[in-house]
């Protein structure tokens, strides 16, 4: 079974830093139709999961162009350029590419 | 606007069942695969099932295969979740969510997701 890993909590940041968050992969994320099924979601406080990217690094219809994603194969990281409130949250990566698998999320927190 | 609102969580004793629905409005809810997520404070988000467009091609995780079955109507706009054989493990917060087809080809898995209902199972 595919396992993805996800620090628990992020270095925290002030508000307009840069944050990066990690997710590792114990398998390659390529999948046999070329595309690299990697997703990575936002739960706020109370809310539920929102999407932000898909295939590693297309951001999803609304998200805000602060948020970007990377990677290939099995090492991915998804940054926030100019960390703002509404951003505050559990952070979890996703793959779609073997056995659908939620990394256990990173939380990002003020410094 | 695209809506998702599940109903039909509660609590329920071990070995018995329960049905979810999870009404859809705001977009063409025959042109979408569907899903079910559930997520618990100890084992975080885990994918549950999905279902195609047509509702001809349905996928589980291993650990409910056999106890639950997915299925949708499309007249009614709607998904449902049946869950037979409950265990306290099933305890959980289960989402509805939108699957789509993203210009690159590939495949969103859960575009856009509903609150969620509490499913509690115990004695």
């Known amino acids: 079974d595919v396992v993805l890993t996800q620090t628990l909590v992020a270095q925290p940041v002030r508000l307009g830093d840069q944050a990066s968050i990690s997710c590792r992969s114990s398998q390659s994320l390529v999948h046999s139709d070329g595309h690299t099924y990697l997703e990575w979601y936002l739960q706020k406080p109370g809310q539920s999961p929102q999407l932000l990217i898909y295939e590693v690094s297309n951001r999803f219809s609304g998200v805000p162009d602060r948020f970007s994603g990377s990677g290939s194969g099995s090492d991915f990281t998804l940054k926030i350029s100019r960390v703002e409130p509404e951003d505050l949250g559990v952070y979890y990566c996703f793959e779609g590419t073997h056995d659908p698998t939620f990394g256990g999320g990173t939380k990002l927190e003020l410094k | 606007e695209v809506q998702l609102v599940e109903s039909g969580g509660g609590l329920v004793q071990p070995g018995r069942s329960l049905k979810l629905s999870c009404a859809a409005s705001?977009?063409?809810?025959?042109?979408?695969?569907m899903a079910w997520v559930r997520q618990t404070p100890t084992k975080g988000l885990e994918w549950v099932a999905s279902i195609s467009t047509g509702g001809g091609n349905t996928y589980y995780r291993d650990s409910v295969k056999g106890r639950f079955t997915i299925s949708r109507d499309n007249a009614k706009n709607t998904q449902y979740l049946q869950m037979d054989s409950l265990r306290s493990e099933d305890t959980a917060t289960y989402y509805c969510a939108r699957s789509e087809i993203a210009a690159t080809s590939g495949l969103i898995w859960f575009a856009y997701w509903g609150q969620g209902t509490l499913v509690t199972v115990s004695s």
């Open positions: 705001g977009f063409t809810f025959s042109n979408y695969g």
